[in-house]
Structure formats: structure tokens, C-alpha cells
């Protein structure tokens, strides 16, 4: 597999009101997404289980789920704190050098690395990245929190290999129109 440049970490409690997830990573593919995180850890299993199943069929997406296995999916995200699988395509959320290096050394074939940008969601909480804490990493890493059009490309200038998105995708009135305009500063 190949991580792409853009990827989509879902959650649907940001979504505007009446505006679906299945809709929205569907409208998001359309406009040239090819790889979803699946967040959604408060769903009960069964209806998470079908979530995934029905992102999974929508033509070209990488479907990634986030800490918990699911054998539907192409990928497993985990958390910084979760064991390394035994085998499969997996990245780890990390938040300093060491912790990149650490998850490559277990097996890793990408990580999150944040927080980049100061988040809305989460403001003034986390100590920002440093300059060149993106480049020179054993595996490719997706800068992640505060990101939009207006820094993605800076990121990537900056050594990341791309973007992990949420709340500028989750949050829009157009999610579709917010994921063409990270793909076209990211070529």
C-alpha cells in the first residue's frame, strides 16, 4: 500500500447538522480522497463494524481504522500508547522524533506526527512541533492538528510526506470543496 498525501480522520460529531459521515467521505471521494481514517471509537461495535463495511465500497478508498481491528479494513491507525500488530499495513500516532523512530523500529509503515498547527479543537494544549521535527524520518509521516489549505503545502515543504485532516474536512459546509483545495496545494 501507499499512504497518499491527504489523508481524512473522520469524526462525525463535527459534521453540520442533518449531514451524514457515509455521505460526506462519499462526497470527499468524488472530489479525489483516497484514504479515511475511521475514528468513531464511541460507536458499539456492530454498528462501527458497518460503518467500516460501507466506507469499504466506496471505489478507491483506503479504509484505515483507528486502535481497533477490523478485519474489513486495509489498515489499522493506532494510538501512542497501543502494542505494535504482529502483521499488516499499520502508522501510529506519535508527537515527538523519538516516538516516529520508535513506532518505524516496531514496524510501522507511516505515523501522525502532532500537533503541527495550533488545533481549534484542542487550543493552547500541546507544545507545537519544531522547526524540522517533519524531515528525515525512517517512514512517511503525515503532519496532523490545525491543518488546512492555508499551511498544508507548508508542511509538506517542511519534510512531512502529507496532511492528516480533520475539523477543516469535518467542520465545512462543503467538505468536498475543502478536500479539492488541499489536493491542489498538495501536488
Known sequence: ???????LLTDRSQ???GRGLIRTVSECV???LTAVVVREHDLAPAARAALVRELTVLPGLTVISSRIPDVAVHGLHLAAHQRAPRRGWWGRSCHSRA???RAAAEGASWATLSPYAESGSKPGTRTLLGTGDLNDHPIPVLALSGIGAHN???????????????????RAADPAAVVAELLEVLR
Open 30 to 32: 468524488d472530489a479525489g
Open 99 to 101: 516516538a516516529v523512530a
Open 152 to 170: 498544508a503545502a507548508a508542511a509538506v515543504e517542511a519534510g512531512a510526506h502529507g496532511v492528516a485532516v480533520m475539523a477543516a474536512v469535518m
Open 15 to 17: 459534521l453540520s447538522l
Open 1 to 7: 500500500m501507499t499512504l497518499p498525501r491527504l489523508v
